[in-house]
């Protein structure tokens, strides 16, 4: 048992290995889990979004476009599958995960990277974005983002994280409102960026502003000959209500975080919050923490989140808050990260310590995985119910 014991860390990178292919394979099969047996078909979401992923439809309205050509590849492969309609969704929220679990763990280690991770994907709103068979769930590419911006600042320019980079910010483009985002966090950090670009050859240099060209031409393209879609892409409402309208909008999103919705969304059940209490008290300790020590970037961090839940108000659009679910999971995972450092300070000299603090927040995990697989499971054939129900009406 004791040699067990004392070759126990040199298995780590198998350890590691192990734990990543069982929480893929564990988000695989709860996400999938009655895919393609769910009763009453497509939803009308979901109907309309299989009837616009084609070429001739994306050149007319190309938004969601990634999404959407994998769609239509899968669809193609496999003709009328419930299954293959919704795994875009899934493929794209698994990514997601990795993507942050990648740069949380670049910031505060595996463990917490581990717990955060689990955190996002177990909250009910990430869990039915990613079981719909909607392009609803790329309004997390500020994940990607991120995750390729981290990258390239820590390989110190690498071509693979340049082409990863380029190739992150021109198929994001694609998604609604999110050139507000990468607007704002070129203002932030464009003088780096310029910087590191400058160092590249010049060559390189002309192949990346190429590609970034060729990805977006067909943006550009449909949004000339269809002004129609202007307003929808820079998320400028069609109608603009009152200053007291907009003020309420905006309050009911953030409340819609924490405390209720406004109204009955078809991905929650009645007006529950989109994050639980261990989230909130989470978050606002790790709020805490980046205000007291990295003010700048807590400042930038919570305007973005204010501005998507202005735009969510002024759109009545519930689902553009996803855009704010991944900076709200950072300070997530900054309160658990704080909380472990204060723990080994107080027992700073006792091994067992930290084993202890793993599993308290561990418990806190489990309970919060429950509570979300529970809800999700519960709430996802209730709002294609309620959609269907909709139509009648």
């Known amino acids: 048992m004791w040699q067990t014991l004392r070759a126990w860390p040199v298995w780590k990178p198998a350890r590691l290995t192990v734990l990543v292919i069982v929480f893929i394979t564990a988000g695989l099969l709860l996400l999938a889990w009655q895919f393609g047996s769910q009763p009453g078909g497509l939803s009308p979401a979901e109907a309309s979004s299989a009837s616009a992923s084609h070429l001739q439809a994306l ?142 050859e010049i060559k390189l240099e002309a192949m990346l502003a190429l590609a970034v060209v060729i990805l977006i031409v067909p943006l550009i393209i449909a949004l000339v000959f269809h002004p129609n ?54 978050a606002l300790l790790g709020g805490y923490i980046m205000w007291s020590r990295l003010r700048v970037s807590f400042y ?12 969510a108000g002024l759109n009545d659009n519930f689902y553009l808050l996803a855009m704010a679910l991944p900076l709200i999971a950072i300070l997530v995972g900054l309160g658990l990260r704080y909380l472990l450092v204060e723990w080994m300070h107080v027992f700073p000299r006792n091994p067992l310590a930290r084993h202890f603090a793993s599993i308290l927040m561990a418990v806190l995990v489990i309970v919060h995985v429950f509570y979300g697989v529970r809800y999700g499971l519960i709430a996802w054939p209730h709002s294609l119910a309620v959609q269907h129900l909709y139509v009648l009406k």
């Open 59 to 200: 050149a007319k309205n190309p938004f969601f476009a990634p999404w959407r050509l994998l769609q239509d590849i899968l669809v193609k492969l496999g003709h009328q599958s419930l299954w293959l309609d919704r795994l875009p969704s899934i493929l794209f929220g698994l990514g997601f995960l990795a993507a942050f679990f990648w740069l949380v763990s670049t910031w505060f280690g595996k463990l917490i990277a581990v717990y955060a991770t689990i955190f996002l994907g177990a909250t009910p709103f990430y869990i039915l974005l990613a079981r719909s068979g909607t392009p609803r769930i790329m309004y997390l590419w500020p994940i990607l983002i991120m995750a390729a911006w981290v990258w390239l600042g820590r390989t110190k320019g690498s071509l693979l994280a340049w082409w990863a980079f380029t190739l992150t910010i021109a198929l994001g483009l694609y998604v609604p409102g999110i050139i507000w985002l990468t607007v704002a966090g070129a203002i932030w950090r464009g003088r780096q960026l310029v910087t590191s670009f400058r160092q590249l």
């Open 300 to 311: 930038w961090l919570v305007g973005a989140s204010l501005f998507v839940c202005l735009a």
């Open 229 to 282: 879609l202007i307003k929808p892409y820079f998320l400028i409402p069609a109608h603009f209500d009152s200053i007291l309208g907009i003020l309420a909008g905006w309050g009911w999103m953030i409340l819609a975080f924490v405390f209720r919705s406004h109204h009955h969304q078809t991905l929650i059940l009645g007006q529950t919050a989109i994050l639980d209490d261990a989230q909130i008290g989470l």
